[in-house]
């Protein structure tokens, strides 16, 4: 690898990714942050703005103790006060920068700076050098770079270099440039400027049009040589270019881009978990890189190849970002290969006809259900298993239930193979069932337990429905899990009565379904 191979990260999560509304992190926190972003490899962490408050100056200032291998840098505007500061702050780092900063464009000369392009050279000059007296490490960036003249943007420039910038960052400050004019601004500026082979290219992308991350490769391909970029990609309004994506894009795809980093990249999920608990700013589920279904695949063609070869339908391994294993999530998209799959890894062997009995059903479940839990799919199996016998069987049930009693049952069973139609009416939706079935199926086993809970969360989570009935010395328990509680509960009844007969049959194999 040659030195010109080499992209530097600059991590600004705790400067540009603090300023977003909401992201503000405590003093603890920004410690915490800066000492996984060391610990990950990036090479220069922009640790906060220490003009802004007391409390950045002390962040930035404990982070620059603190940090054993990357540059600390502190953001300064082109103001004296401001860049005497952020010295003061990151002069206890082992490899301080300063980076300071002024608009270039138009329209922020009009109307933010309300100055001349010839008083902002001037400002360049004199603030470019102060932050070099303080330290060796200088960066310069021309605020709204995208929206600036080339010929103009080249003058400051140059004036930033020979003041004594050794990075000179041309950002796209409000996410306007497309990927080949953020490139070809990177080519003009190296072309024309004199001294521009002395230093290092910065990019610094926001991604207002959704275009941070290609922008910043398109300045590598430029020319530049350093990224700015935060992690989990938040920042200034719709944020800047996201750091575990520019980090895994120039990876997997180094055929195309020839450039490496020096980010340990299977630390990328924790250090955005890590952001994201600090800031409280959720991650986005189909976010690249890092979001929670990247690696998660639940359509059936889709985990039918992942089933026969991980590469079908994933173009870099889990673990290269830190995540333990890819998952096949159980959905109404699966099919039998997934289903087979989960069912072998829950310790189920189905035969044939079991199998595909239990997909139809689990594909109804799906339907019904948001989200199909491991514990579902037990239940489910659990559920079946033994019921081919069954001499009783719900075939439906319509429930009046609410708080004009009595709630009324009206229920269909089969039994023998003969379908038999009741209702009854009872002390509750539960006890007009239960009185429904007891007139279908008279008996006098006693009711010992009658128990709900639901299997997984959610509103649509299948309860769950145990029933323990006692006759005699013969004790029975079911237990049947639906999403509908009242069906559940049906269910679960009918299948203790079908325990107590199989009981009965075996004592007496002439015995009733009925006692
Ligand atoms: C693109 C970016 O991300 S730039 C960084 C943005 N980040 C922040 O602003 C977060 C921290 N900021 C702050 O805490 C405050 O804004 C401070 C401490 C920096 C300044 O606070 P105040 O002195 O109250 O100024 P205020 O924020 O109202 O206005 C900004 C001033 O800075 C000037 N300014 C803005 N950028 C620069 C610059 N790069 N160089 C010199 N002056 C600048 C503005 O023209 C304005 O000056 P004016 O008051 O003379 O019109
Ligand atoms: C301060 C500069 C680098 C910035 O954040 C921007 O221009 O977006
Ligand atoms: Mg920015």
């Not at 960066?139 to 103009?152: C, F, I, Q, V």
């Not at 298993?385 to 009595?406: C, E, H």
């Amino acid at each position: 690898m040659t030195t010109t191979d080499r992209v530097v990260i600059f991590d600004t999560t705790l400067r540009d990714g603090e300023q977003c509304p909401g992201a503000t992190m405590t003093f603890e926190e920004k410690l915490e942050v800066a000492a996984l972003l060391d610990r990950m490899g990036v090479d220069i962490i922009e640790a906060g703005f220490p003009i802004a408050s007391n409390g950045d100056f002390e962040a930035v200032a404990e982070i620059a103790r603190r940090t054993r291998n990357a540059v600390v840098a502190g953001l300064a505007r082109a103001i004296p006060a401001d860049i005497a500061r952020c010295g003061e702050a990151v002069r206890f780092a082992q490899r301080p920068r300063i980076h300071t900063f002024v608009s270039t464009s138009p329209i922020h000369l009009q109307h933010q700076m309300r100055k001349t392009e010839e008083q902002v050279l001037e400002i360049i000059a004199a603030t470019v050098a102060q932050a070099r007296n303080l330290v060796d490490n200088v960066e310069w960036s021309a605020m709204d770079a995208t929206r600036t003249g080339h010929e103009y943007l080249a003058r400051a420039v140059e004036t930033a270099i020979k003041a004594g910038a050794t990075t000179i960052n041309l950002p796209d400050t409000v996410g306007y440039a497309t990927p080949d004019e953020y490139r070809a601004m990177f080519v003009a500026m190296r072309e024309r400027v004199p001294g521009a082979d002395k230093v290092t290219f910065s990019t610094h992308c926001h991604d207002d049009l959704g275009l941070a991350v290609a922008n910043s490769l398109a300045g590598l391909a430029g020319g530049a040589r350093q990224i700015e970029c935060t992690v989990n990609g938040i920042g200034e309004r719709a944020g800047n270019a996201a750091l575990e994506e520019v980090v895994m894009a120039l990876k997997t795809r180094r055929d195309a881009m020839p450039y490496e980093t020096g980010v340990e990249s299977t630390l990328l999920t924790r250090a955005s978990r890590l952001v994201s608990a600090a800031t409280s700013f959720p991650v986005q589920y189909n976010k690249a890189i890092v979001g929670k279904n990247a690696f998660a695949h639940e359509s059936g063609i889709h985990q039918d190849g992942m089933l026969k070869n991980n590469e079908t339908y994933e173009i870099m391994t889990p673990a290269s970002v830190g995540v333990t294993k890819t998952s096949l999530v159980m959905g109404k998209h699966s099919g039998r290969a997934a289903f087979k799959d989960k069912l072998k890894a829950l310790g189920y062997e189905l035969g044939e006809n079991a199998l595909q009995d239990a997909f139809a059903r689990f594909k109804d479940l799906a339907d019904r259900k948001k989200h199909v839990y491991d514990e579902d799919i037990e239940a489910l199996v659990d559920n079946q298993i033994g019921a081919s016998d069954d001499r009783i069987k719900v075939l439906s049930l319509t429930v009046i239930a609410g708080t004009l009693g009595p709630q009324q049952a009206t229920l269909t069973l089969d039994i023998d193979d003969v379908h038999t139609t009741v209702q009854a009416s009872g002390n509750g939706p539960v006890d007009a069932i239960f009185n429904a079935i007891r007139r279908v199926v008279p008996h006098e086993a006693n009711l010992a337990l009658f128990q709900v809970h639901a299997v997984t969360e959610g509103t649509d989570a299948q309860a769950e429905v145990s029933v323990r009935l006692e006759e005699g010395d013969k004790t029975v328990t079911a237990r049947v899990a639906d999403p509908d509680t009242l069906v559940a509960a049906a269910k679960a009844y009918v299948a203790a009565l079908n325990k107590l007969a199989a009981k009965r049959q075996k004592l007496n194999p002439q015995a009733a379904i009925s006692a």
